[in-house]
C-alpha cells in the first residue's frame, strides 16, 4: 500500500474552510484551504478534495514564487494547486481569495504571489474600515474567442434555454482569464434564475471543448450583473460565486466594447443557491488585466 491510498485523517494536514466573496460563512462560495501542501501528491491532494467536498481546495507550497519576492513585488510566494473533488482546474479565483484571506488571517495583510498552472497571480490583502479582509487578485492575461453557432446551439439545448431567451448586446464568446469559460447573457433575471440542465451532457460538451465552467449572466445595470456558473466537469452542479469567471467576463466585457475602462463593475452571484456573494472586478485603463475582488470569512 502506498501512502496515496491510506484515507485522510485529520492530522494529516491542516484544512481550513473559507466563504469567499462574503462576509457571512453561509454566504458565498467556500473553499477548502491547505497553507503548506509540501510533500502531497497530486492523487493525496485530489483525495483530500474530493472529501472536503467543495467546488475547489487550495493546495499551497510556500517560498515556490522566491523571484516575486526578492524583486519587491510580494511578501510572500506560493505555489498553487486546485482541486475540485474530481479534476484538477488551473485556476480557481474563489480559492484564491480565501486562500489569501486565510494568510492574512494569521501574518496580517500583504502582498503575495502565487504560481499557478495558468501563470503568476498577484494577490494583495487590506483590511476594511469594517475590519473585514478584502483579497483582490491579478489575472493573468485575459483573452475572448469566437464561438461557433452549432457550438452555441448544443450548449443552450443542454441547458433548455432558447435563443430569443438571449440577449442580443452580449453575444456569447469563450473567455479567458486562467480557465476558459462560456459567456451566455440572459435577456432576463427570471430565465438566469430558472437552471436545471442536462448534468452529463454539459459535463461532456464542456470536457471536449475544454471549459471549466458556463458563464451564465444578466445585465441589471451598466455596471451591475448577476451571474451563474454550472460546474459539471468538477462534479458540481453550480458554483456559487466564481472569481475566475469574473476576470474572464470582465475582459468579454471590455473586448465587447460593453464597458470603457476604467470601470468597476458589480457581480451578484450564489443569490438562486441561498448563498449570496458579492465580487468585484475592475478593469484599468491600459492595462488589459482584470482585477478581481472580495471578502472572505472562516466557516467555523
Not at 492575461?141 to 432558447?162: F, I, K, N, Q
Not at 456559487?240 to 465587447?256: I, K
Request: net charge negative; charged share 20%.
Amino acid at each position: 500500500m502506498t501512502s496515496d491510498d491510506v484515507p485522510l485523517t485529520a492530522s494529516e494536514t491542516d484544512i481550513l474552510r473559507y466563504a469567499a466573496f462574503a462576509t457571512d460563512p453561509g454566504g458565498g462560495n467556500p473553499a477548502g484551504v491547505v497553507l503548506d501542501a509540501s510533500g502531497l501528491s497530486a492523487e493525496r491532494m485530489l483525495a483530500i478534495a474530493a472529501e472536503v467536498g467543495y467546488s475547489e481546495t487550495a493546495f499551497l507550497i510556500p517560498d515556490a514564487a522566491a523571484a516575486a519576492v526578492a524583486e519587491g513585488r510580494a511578501e510572500a510566494g506560493y505555489t498553487v494547486r486546485y482541486f475540485s473533488p474530481l479534476l484538477e482546474v488551473p485556476f480557481c479565483g474563489h480559492a484564491t481569495v480565501a486562500s489569501a484571506v486565510a494568510i492574512a488571517d494569521r501574518t496580517g495583510p500583504g502582498r503575495y504571489v502565487f504560481a499557478t498552472a495558468a501563470g503568476e497571480v498577484a494577490i494583495e490583502v487590506d483590511k476594511g474600515a469594517d475590519g473585514a479582509l478584502r483579497a483582490t487578485l491579478t489575472s493573468v492575461e485575459p483573452h475572448v474567442e469566437e464561438v461557433s453557432e452549432a457550438d452555441v446551439t448544443e450548449a443552450l439545448a443542454l441547458l433548455g434555454w432558447s435563443a430569443d431567451e438571449l440577449d442580443a448586446a452580449l453575444p456569447p464568446r469563450i473567455a479567458y482569464a486562467g480557465a476558459r469559460h462560456l459567456v451566455l447573457a440572459a435577456a432576463t433575471r427570471d430565465r438566469l434564475a430558472r437552471l436545471d440542465y442536462d448534468f452529463d451532457g454539459l459535463a461532456a460538451y464542456m470536457t471536449a471543448r475544454g471549459l471549466t465552467t458556463l458563464q451564465l449572466v444578466w445585465r441589471e445595470s451598466e455596471h451591475v450583473f448577476h451571474a451563474r456558473d454550472p460546474f459539471p466537469v468538477g462534479g458540481v452542479v453550480e458554483d456559487p460565486a466564481t472569481g475566475a469567471a469574473a476576470a474572464a467576463f470582465g475582459a468579454y466585457l471590455r473586448e465587447r466594447g460593453a464597458v470603457t475602462a476604467p470601470a468597476t463593475l458589480t457581480l451578484h452571484q450564489g443569490e438562486d443557491l441561498g448563498r449570496p456573494g458579492v465580487l468585484g472586478v475592475e478593469l484599468r485603463e491600459g492595462d488589459t488585466r482584470v482585477r478581481v475582488s472580495g471578502t472572505a470569512v472562516a466557516i467555523p
